[in-house]
């Protein structure tokens, strides 16, 4: 991966690393809750020491997304544009942990390949990994009643998929349990704020160990 201007100011990992930190992946079916765990975990964490994630949030029309997308089409011209979103969601990840704050990624990654590359790939910045616990969140849901929210949500003039793309999303969707990472599985139909307690709970005793 091309480094960037905009990414070199981050080059000294060990001066900037400041105790253990958490990037923590949720995933799951629309509908399933993402959204909500993810801000609550912001809450329990600290909005000062955590960098949420979401290309849902992503401002295109920033500055900083701008002048992101600007040199990276100087610096890989024949990058496909539609890695742009993530290759910036990396990048403000990276610099995120580089600055000492945790990271929470909120993302359906339907296929375990790019959850998977999205990991390795923040990893790969960071010469301690010691440093990094990663945590991954699988919110489980019945696809019918995922669906359901959906159409609710689109209803009230929220965003979704279609039922063919929503389908399309169910048949690639596997747990992420067999990548080999700490991970915890959730009911989507629980409470989302005692949800995002267990995962904190997953957290701090991680870092106890």
Not at 14 to 34: A, T, Y
Not at 56 to 71: A, L
Not at 101 to 112: A, H, T
Request: aromatic share 8%; hydrophobic share 35%; with cysteine.
């Amino acid at each position: 991966m091309v480094l960037l201007e905009n990414e070199s100011r981050y080059n000294h990992e060990s001066e900037r690393l400041d105790g253990e930190l958490s990037l923590v992946f949720i995933r799951g079916l629309p509908g399933s809750g993402k959204t909500t765990v993810a801000s609550e975990m912001v809450r329990l964490i600290g909005i000062n020491g955590v960098e949420l994630i979401d290309p849902d949030i992503i401002d295109k029309d920033s500055e900083d997304y701008s002048e992101f997308v600007r040199k990276l089409s100087q610096a890989q011209p024949e990058l496909d544009p539609k890695f742009f979103l993530y290759r910036y969601m990396l990048f403000r990840a990276r610099c995120a942990l580089l600055e000492g704050r945790s990271v929470i990624w909120d993302q359906p990654f339907s296929l375990l390949s790019g959850l998977k590359h999205a990991i390795v790939t923040t990893e790969s910045y960071f010469q301690n990994l010691s440093e990094i616990q990663v945590i991954i969140v699988d919110l489980d849901i019945d696809p019918e009643e995922s669906y359901k929210r959906v159409q609710d949500r689109i209803s009230k003039g929220g965003h979704g998929p279609d039922r063919l793309t929503f389908d399309s999303f169910v048949s690639k969707y596997q747990p992420a349990e067999c990548l080999g990472r700490n991970h915890i599985s959730l009911s989507g139909m629980g409470s989302p704020i005692e949800n995002a307690e267990r995962v904190f709970e997953m957290i701090k005793c991680q870092k106890k160990d």
